[in-house]
């Protein structure tokens, strides 16, 4: 029996002038189109978001399928900063660290109640929300999300990052943001 051919879920155009044999867009478009759909996520897992996100990699969610096949465990080739758990005030200065080993453009999503507001640990040990010491893009509320959600957040951070200009990093409101977060003088 000849098996049926796999199927594959084509990337869509970005908006252009098309004409036959002629496709025109913006390096923006192009360039966005690319970054979206090749994210090297970072996962910072400390505690129990981090096995939601276990399942999220698995077979049955398969992050891969959305280019992010390949997770970074290195910050200077990864351009996602996936923040999963608690994060106690003494692990915030490691956490800022990472983020700053990690090259331009890059982006952060908080995954569930602690990453984005300490979550049930309102006690003086634990971080109130990591963007306290990094600038977030986009946040998963729950504890735990449930890997739809975890994708969910991923498909918002593809919205952001297919959708950048690409002088945004050079601008002076970004330059703005790093330095009120003591990420650059
Ligand atoms: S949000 Fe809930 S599930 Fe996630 S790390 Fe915090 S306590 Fe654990």
């Not at 199927?7 to 908006?15: G, I, L, Q, R, T």
């Not at 049955?60 to 290195?74: K, M, P, T, V, W």
């Not at 994708?151 to 297919?162: A, P, Y």
Request: charged share 20%; aromatic share 10%.
């Amino acid at each position: 029996m000849i098996n049926s051919p796999p199927k594959y879920n084509k990337v869509a155009p970005p908006d252009g002038y098309q004409a036959p044999g002629l496709f025109a867009t913006t390096l923006d478009k192009v360039v966005g189109l690319a970054r979206k759909n090749s994210i090297w996520p970072l996962p910072f897992a400390t505690s129990c978001c981090g096995i939601e996100f276990m399942a999220t990699m698995g077979a049955h969610y398969d992050l891969g399928r959305f280019g992010a096949e390949r997770l970074s465990f290195s910050p200077r080739q990864a351009d996602l900063l996936m923040v999963m758990g608690t994060i106690a005030k003494k692990m915030a200065p490691v956490l800022q660290q990472v983020y700053e080993q990690m090259a331009e453009p890059r982006w952060v999503l908080a995954v569930g109640a602690c990453a984005s507001s300490g979550g049930i640990f309102d006690t003086y040990s634990v971080l109130q929300g990591i963007d306290r010491i990094v600038p977030v893009d986009v946040y998963v509320p729950g504890c735990p999300p449930r890997p739809e959600q975890i994708i969910n957040g991923f498909m918002k951070i593809q919205e952001l990052v297919g959708s950048e200009p690409l002088r945004r990093r050079y601008s002076a409101e970004y330059r703005d943001l790093l330095v009120r977060y003591g990420i650059i003088k």
